[in-house]
């Protein structure tokens, strides 16, 4: 062996160095400090190189051998990762990706000899087509293969407990007082959280989740709501891994996809690391939990994988604008322009212990169609008029006087003020209503029919402006919008057809 070698290139994994953020972190009070891990310097590319080991190290203690297949859903760095140790230890790899993802990433496994099958992003995890399912069809139907399965796997949040955890405790000597993850498969989260919590008690482990993913809501209200799509690769699920703890984390973030990739141009531009979007998403995830809070305090945001895997989308100036992440690009609004132009108006809500019949009249004097639940200043669900419809229908008179507690319903989506009315109009095709949340606060509720009357008078103001423009008179206001019933512009605004 040649002095300074290493055996191969596996042993080049971990030890990934961990730096300070200078520029993006201004504004923060004094003390405090964001550093990040490099994990997107692992050979493999990402920090699923320790899974890849651990998950191997696992399967082949139960007997798997050289020659045979392995078979993973994988979004692709957990796959660039086990086609990385499949070459070396020989294995063949069959990888099965959603479509959304960056066609490098596709061509990345393909280099290792890998075989890629992609299935649709825009179906539920249970659909047949889905990713998880096929691969666990293909898994089934080859001999000798090994199915990873990361998401319901023990090895993966394993190898961030036995691996990642002690990394980072030895190289802070403990001197660390945050951790903060995207959250994927949960493992990183899970098994390095464990770790961390084990050596320090008061440690706080904050896990960042993109605006259409499940675990934000399920988090602050125990509710699973409806899942959406969204941009950013790796990070959000829209069901529950086996591998995810949620109970190891203290706090929560949610980032919508503009704020992850251009985070991730700053990260690159402003402190010369080229991260991949969910690297762009923790550390504005870390900031966004950071403001306010007062020093010292010492966080560490993990950087999972490497710009190089999305130049021909976020590092792609085209593909910013064609889907509005860039500033100049306004498109047709934000949620919070639908709550502007309803006015200052106070947000109508109820609670669990509010009665049946008192809900009723509330909707019926509003003239709206659901309330948002709160108890506690938290977010408990939705209690529409069909829901209730339905409980005097099978209870009878008595159950007027019931709490509705038991109606309150989770088929809703939660969006920001800055999300998209693009993508609102895909989140109203699926979900009754969106819950529209800043910070923590329910700020409004936005249904189908609201959306439709901001897009009515934003072509009214643009047809009349055309019209002053083509007679070359001076532009004046549009004509407003036929006005409400009085009632109605008390609250919410959140309003379905009635019959
Ligand atoms: C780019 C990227 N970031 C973050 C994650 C999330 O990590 P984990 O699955 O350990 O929660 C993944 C996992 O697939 C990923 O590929």
Redesign the pocket.
């Not at 993850?181 to 098994?191: E, K, P, R």
């Not at 991949?276 to 690297?279: A, K, L």
């Given at each position: 062996m040649m002095h300074g070698a290493l055996e191969d290139i596996t042993k080049a994994v971990g030890n990934t160095p961990i730096v300070r953020l200078n520029r993006v972190t201004q504004g923060l009070a004094p003390g405090v400090e964001i550093y990040v891990k490099c994990e997107y310097l692992n050979p493999g590319g990402?920090?699923?190189d320790r899974?890849a080991w651990n998950l191997l190290r696992r399967a082949e203690e139960a007997g798997l051998e050289p020659g045979g297949t392995i078979v993973e859903a994988?979004?692709?760095?957990?796959g660039a990762s086990l086609a990385l140790l499949a070459a070396i230890r020989g294995y063949k790899c069959v990888f099965v990706m959603p479509d959304k993802m960056s066609q490098e990433k596709v061509s990345n496994l393909r280099a290792f000899g890998a075989r890629v099958v992609m299935c649709p992003t825009a179906v539920d995890a249970d659909d047949p087509r889905s990713y998880y399912k096929v691969s666990r069809r293909i898994a089934d139907e080859t001999p000798n293969s090994f199915y990873a399965n990361?998401y319901h796997n023990p090895a993966?949040?394993e190898a961030?407990y036995l691996w990642t955890g002690p990394e980072i405790w030895k190289q802070t000597h403990g001197d660390i007082d945050v951790f903060v993850?995207?959250?994927?498969?949960?493992?990183?989260?899970?098994?390095t959280g464990k770790y961390l919590k084990e050596k320090k008690p008061g440690l706080t482990i904050v896990g960042v989740d993109p605006v259409g993913s499940l675990y934000y809501d399920f988090v602050k209200t125990g509710r699973i709501t409806k899942p959406f799509s969204y941009k950013v690769?790796?990070?959000g699920e829209d069901f529950f891994p086996s591998?995810?703890n949620l109970k190891i984390l203290d706090d929560i973030v949610r980032v919508d996809d503009k704020e992850c990739f251009l985070m991730t141009r700053d990260m690159t531009r402003l402190e010369g690391l080229f991260v991949?979007?969910?690297?762009g998403?923790?550390v504005a995830g870390a900031i966004k939990w950071a403001k306010g809070k007062k020093g010292p305090l010492k966080i560490l945001v993990?950087l999972?994988?490497a710009g190089q895997k999305y130049v021909s989308k976020i590092f792609n100036d085209d593909w910013m604008r064609e889907n509005g992440f860039l500033d100049e690009e306004p498109g047709i609004g934000v949620v919070a322009d639908i709550l502007h132009m309803r006015g200052k108006r106070k947000i109508v809500t109820t609670t669990p212990q509010a009665k049946v019949k008192d809900v009723i009249a509330t909707l019926k004097q509003l003239s709206i169609s659901q309330l948002p639940v709160v108890e506690k200043g938290k977010l408990r669900g939705v209690v529409g008029e069909v829901d209730l419809l339905r409980h005097l229908v099978s209870g009878g008179q008595k159950s007027a006087s019931s709490p509705i507690h038991d109606l309150v319903e989770s088929d809703y989506a939660t969006v920001t003020p800055d999300t998209k009315l693009e993508l609102l109009q895909g989140v109203l095709a699926d979900a009754r209503a969106a819950i529209v949340m800043e910070r923590d606060a329910v700020v409004g509720i936005v249904t189908k029919i609201d959306l439709i009357e901001y897009l009515a008078k934003k072509n009214a103001e643009a047809l009349v402006a055309k019209s002053d423009k083509a007679r070359g008179a001076k532009p004046k206001a549009a004509p407003k919008v036929a006005p409400r019933k009085k009632a109605h512009k008390k609250a919410n605004g959140a309003r379905e057809r009635r019959a």
């Open positions: 990402s920090h699923k899974l994988t979004s692709g760095n957990t990361q993966n949040p961030h993850a995207g959250l994927g498969t949960g493992g990183t989260v899970s098994g690769e790796g990070i591998t995810m991949g979007g969910s690297g998403a923790a993990f999972c994988d």
